[in-house]
């Protein structure tokens, strides 16, 4: 007999046959959240019997609608966010609650608090990047920002506001902010710098001596202050014993974290960060917006960090969609090699990432740029839509959000994987740049920190996501990400086994004539 554990914290409903189908539920929400923009298009995607295989094609059709009015754009993000507090379930000793009642009842205090300070005496050394292989900071780095947005890796309003950080000492002292890190120690999570720079982080993670012990270190090593949940009172204990105490769930214990994070009575920023895969990944993003909702709810001296990726579907910019259709038609034997393939595999290899084009209420033209990759499942797709649609509904209600693209990184996951990490080395040869974490984490910090002291106006809707945007070159390559995976993994496969592929035949072609166009 299989012995199964009861479930507990945060769930996915059980269906009319007894079983929790992360499947239906993520196509209700989706269907629910178009309702009140198209009902005939709801039924659809209600109706529709293979989603997890079928779930891609839905997406740009729905995001044209939200492109092209604001008010649509928040009332599809209200939509779907209430019903994902009506779909997920919160179960404690056996007992199901909805999340809100959850929330509302288990208030009681649980954790106690292990305050690490920074030990560290020197200044404050200027801000620097690791990218391939160089150290940069001051003019190196300024220059590496201007070449990423001439090359067309980064977008301008990211160069402007990495350039405006860079150059205002003021906003790189952080001493009197507040950081709640949602997944502290994740690699794409912005501890490393913000502690450097002095930040107070409120770190929230499982339990995990080890990595507490690392997080502890770092924090030791910095001029900022570690605020670390923990099973009790750990006055005049050493780093090692709080470390072996120190840690909670987000899943199970999600309403005692948002009571305890509720007990810090300054300002805060929450940072979404935590990951995990598959399902459990769209239970993580239900509990931190779970939490963002309570303490919303009590107070008004809340900001939000978000991380998006760029294989998803965006409203981009009129000059995003002229220079990525440029690409995708191409000149000369590359682009007619290019095209022909795309012909002959039905559209499969070398597809446009322009869906379509809008013009929003303002008049703007934007594209519908579809990088989605089906293979990441309908499950990540619902959950970093959760996160976009708390980001546009909390703009609209006037918080302060940072909420933008990230590149595509070189992660232990995905380079742990040798077709993954093939296909990902594969990339730069159209006009993708794969960032280092360490490299990433930074810049994507120093705008999440240039977002959040700033007092520029954010747009809101689906513009939102405009501003900001490191996406690694992917939103102006002409190609979508999902056509050019394999193409991607036989190049970098090539050049894993002959490392002096880059510079030699078809490759150097290939490469040289991507470069002209």
């Known amino acids: 007999m299989k012995n199964t554990t009861a479930p507990t914290g945060i769930q996915f409903p059980v269906n009319l046959k007894g079983k929790r189908s992360t499947i239906e539920t993520g196509q209700a929400i989706f269907a629910a959240s178009y309702e009140c923009v198209d ?18 094609q839905y997406m740009p059709p729905m995001l044209k609608s939200a492109a092209k009015s604001q008010l649509v754009c928040e009332q599809i993000a209200e939509q779907g966010l209430a019903s994902c507090y009506e779909q997920f379930e919160f179960i404690r000793n056996g007992q199901a609650y909805t999340l809100n009642q959850a929330m509302a009842l288990f208030t009681q205090p649980h954790f106690r608090t292990a305050k690490i300070e920074g030990l560290s005496q020197q200044p404050k050394q200027a801000i620097s990047i690791e990218h391939k292989g160089h150290t940069l900071s001051g003019e190196s780095l300024r220059q590496q920002i201007s070449v990423w947005h001439n090359k067309n890796i980064i977008e301008k309003s990211h160069a402007q506001d990495l350039l405006a950080i860079l150059s205002d ?67 005049d204990m050493s780093d090692q014993q709080i470390a072996q105490l ?59 960090a978000y991380l998006l990726t760029p294989s998803d579907v965006y409203a981009v910019p ?13 000149k000369g034997v590359s682009g007619l090699f290019k095209k022909l393939i795309n012909k002959m595999t039905l559209g499969a290899l070398f597809s446009p990432s322009i869906f379509s084009q ?12 579809d990088n989605l990759v089906p293979q990441q499942g309908p499950n990540y797709v619902l959950a970093k839509r959760i996160q976009r649609w708390r980001a546009i509904v909390s703009v609209k209600d006037g918080m302060r959000v940072s909420c933008n693209v990230a590149p595509a990184t070189s992660t232990k996951s995905v380079m742990s994987n040798k077709f993954f990490a093939a296909a990902t080395t594969g990339s730069e040869s159209f006009g993708v740049e794969v960032f280092t974490p ?46 050019v995976l394999v193409p991607s993994l036989l190049l970098g496969l090539v050049q894993k086994i002959l490392p002096k592929a880059k510079s030699q035949g078809p490759l150097k072609t290939i490469s040289n004539q991507r470069q002209a166009a």
């Open 39 to 56: 009902k005939t298009f709801s039924a659809q995607l209600l109706a529709e019997v293979k989603w997890r295989d079928h779930y891609a």
């Open 169 to 235: 000492s003021s906003k790189q002292d952080l001493s009197d902010k507040y950081f709640v890190l949602l997944g502290a120690s994740s690699e794409i999570g912005p501890i490393s710098l913000l502690l450097a720079l002095g930040a107070n982080i409120i770190a929230i993670g499982r339990e995990n001596p080890a990595n507490w012990t690392r997080l502890i270190s770092l924090a030791r090593a910095s001029t900022g202050n570690l605020y670390i949940p923990c099973k009790r009172d750990c006055s």
């Open 246 to 304: 120190a840690g909670s769930d987000l899943l199970t214990q999600t309403p005692e974290i948002g009571t305890w994070l509720n007990s810090f009575k300054m300002p805060l920023t929450l940072g979404n960060y935590a990951y995990l895969d598959g399902a459990n990944h769209v239970r993580l993003a239900m509990a931190m917006d779970a939490i963002v909702t309570r303490l919303t709810q009590k107070r008004n001296d809340i900001s939000l």
């Open 318 to 330: 009129k000059a995003v969609t002229t220079n990525s259709m440029r690409r995708f038609k191409g």
């Open 358 to 369: 809008v013009k929003d209420e303002q008049g703007r033209e934007l594209g519908v740029l």
């Open 438 to 483: 360490a490299a990433a984490n930074a810049l994507m910090t120093l705008q999440m920190i240039n977002d959040v002291v700033s007092e520029q106006t954010l747009e809101r809707g689906e513009a939102l996501f405009i501003h900001g945007a490191n996406h690694g070159g992917s939103w102006h390559m002409g190609f979508c990400f999902r056509s």
